[in-house]
């Protein structure tokens, strides 16, 4: 059996899927919270055909033994909507889908949708943002004070009707709920969680980090390590100067393991046709 014909495949077959990883990176320059991911080689296992020669070993080529996130801080970008946030730091957004499923995800770009008869806090998927109990966030709003009521002589609260006549047993109110949200009390409200193994989380789809038995629980973050920014967003951590440069060791490496197939074919070939 000609082993370089099978070490060159294996090696073409480690360099395209790292070759997937470094382009879906490149595909996500402009992914909000999106950490990058690196792929770890690992060379496979290697044989003693000779006796004699111990020391002789002979390897059967290469594969991808694991991926890892890139956890270094994204840049901020101002987006100037009440309802962005980003994180400061290593925890993390919880949300929950509308089959119960939690998810952690660093992507703080978020909306608010209509239920029964108020107001709660969503990602663009439409998956509920968590408080740091675990419940859905209902939006606040802020209240301003009435400016069409008055007091009379007994101290009680008077608004003028139609006529300008005054309505003496109406109660005094001082706070009228208004339609702009409370960000600041918003931004208090919402939940931060962290894991203990970061590098344990596997990578989920629509920006979503996914918590292993590797990756621990989350739990939420104490004040001291709250950091979270309103009207901003993290950026991608993806470094594209660095990430072309991979592309294309990866790619020469590819073509250099596929020469090594074409070569170890070229010479069975020769073996095969001698007389």
């Known amino acids: 059996m000609n082993i370089s014909f099978y070490t060159g495949a294996s090696g073409m077959i480690a360099q ?3 070759m997937n990883i470094y382009s879906n990176n490149i595909a996500n320059v402009n992914t909000v919270g999106y950490k990058s991911l690196r792929p770890s080689f690992a060379d496979c296992l290697y044989q003693v055909y000779r006796r004699t020669e111990p020391e002789w070993q002979t390897g059967h080529g290469q594969f991808v033994m694991k ?12 987006s100037e909507q009440g309802l962005d946030f980003a994180i400061a730091g290593e925890s993390f957004f919880m949300v929950r889908d509308e089959r119960g499923n939690t998810y952690l995800t660093r992507d703080g770009a978020f909306n608010m949708t209509q239920i029964d008869d108020h107001w709660e806090l969503v990602n663009a998927r439409g998956e509920f943002v968590l408080d740091n109990d675990g419940n859905h966030i209902t939006i606040p709003f802020r209240t301003a004070a009435s400016t069409n009521v008055k007091e009379d002589e007994t101290g009680n609260g008077t608004i003028p009707d139609a006529a300008g006549r005054e309505d003496i ?3 005094r109110d001082d706070s009228v709920v208004t339609t702009e ?3 600041e009390a918003l931004t208090d409200m919402i939940g931060l969680f ?8 596997n990578q989920g789809e629509d ?9 621990g629980d989350p739990v939420p973050v104490t004040e001291q390590e709250r950091k979270l920014l309103n009207g901003a967003l993290e950026l991608s951590t993806v470094d594209l100067a660095a990430e072309m440069v991979h592309l294309i060791e ?3 490496s590819y073509q250099l393991s596929s020469r090594v197939v074409t070569t170890s074919d070229e010479l069975m070939n020769i073996a095969n046709t001698l007389r």
């Open 250 to 252: 990866t790619q020469r």
């Open 194 to 201: 962290g894991v203990p193994n970061n590098w344990g989380l």
């Open 207 to 215: 920006n979503h980090f996914v918590v292993t038995p590797r990756s």
């Open 169 to 171: 047993n109406t109660v």
């Open 181 to 183: 949200v409370d960000y």
């Open 67 to 78: 991926t890892d996130f890139m956890w270094e801080q994204g840049g901020f970008v101002l």
């Open 16 to 18: 395209q899927e790292g």
